[in-house]
């Protein structure tokens, strides 16, 4: 009875390992998607930096073309309404601009933070696998010291039906 006992342990050990293994296996996948996401994020955050620092220059060199176009001069009123126009259009994009890049380093640190979620949940499942093999290798060597007490004592028992016997 104790051996089949045994038998039945190790079986379900085993078989818990195997799903401990693909719950692994999940993290592991669930890992590996986060540091994607992480390394969008960053392409995003640089991405958004680089449009932002080109449109600064492009502000810039456009807002001296215009300010040297007038300067000196004597001009009317719709040509500063349009200088006046060009300013607040390049505001705004500059604005929009830096909203994009805020909006880019929030998702950064969203994305660094489920990095870190999916490393340390993975990093338990390794913990729990590790866990579990030893476990199932503890159960696999009781169910073979079970089955060699059971076959000697059997051997004993067909041993002393033959002493007695004799």
């Known amino acids: 009875m104790a051996n089949a006992t045994d038998q039945l342990n190790a079986r379900r050990s085993a078989m818990l390992l195997r799903c401990q293994r693909g719950r692994e296996d999940r993290r592991r996948i669930d890992f590996l998607r986060a540091e994607r996401a992480r390394s969008s994020a960053v392409a995003a955050e640089i991405s958004a930096s680089e449009q932002r620092d080109a449109h600064n220059a492009l502000r810039a060199a456009r ?5 040297e176009a007038i300067r000196g001069r004597v001009v009317d009123l ?4 349009l200088l006046t126009t060009l300013e607040q259009d390049l505001q ?6 830096e ?3 805020t909006e880019a380093h929030e998702n950064l640190r969203e994305a ?4 870190t979620d999916a490393a340390t949940v993975l990093r338990l499942e390794v913990k729990a696998t590790h866990r579990r093999e030893r476990l ?9 010291r079970a089955t ?6 059997e051997r004993e ?10």
Do not use: I
Not at 63 to 67: D, S, T, V, Y
Not at 112 to 115: C, G, M, N, Q, Y
């Open 63 to 67: 807002l001296e073309e215009a300010h």
């Open 148 to 153: 060699e007490a059971a076959a000697e004592a």
């Open 99 to 101: 909203g994009a890049l």
């Open 112 to 115: 660094e933070l489920v990095l």
């Open 136 to 144: 199932a290798g503890e159960m696999l060597a009781a169910w073979r």
């Open 92 to 97: 705004k994009e500059e604005v929009a601009l």
């Open 157 to 166: 028992d067909q041993a002393a039906d033959k002493w007695s016997a004799a």
């Open 78 to 81: 719709d040509a500063l309404n």
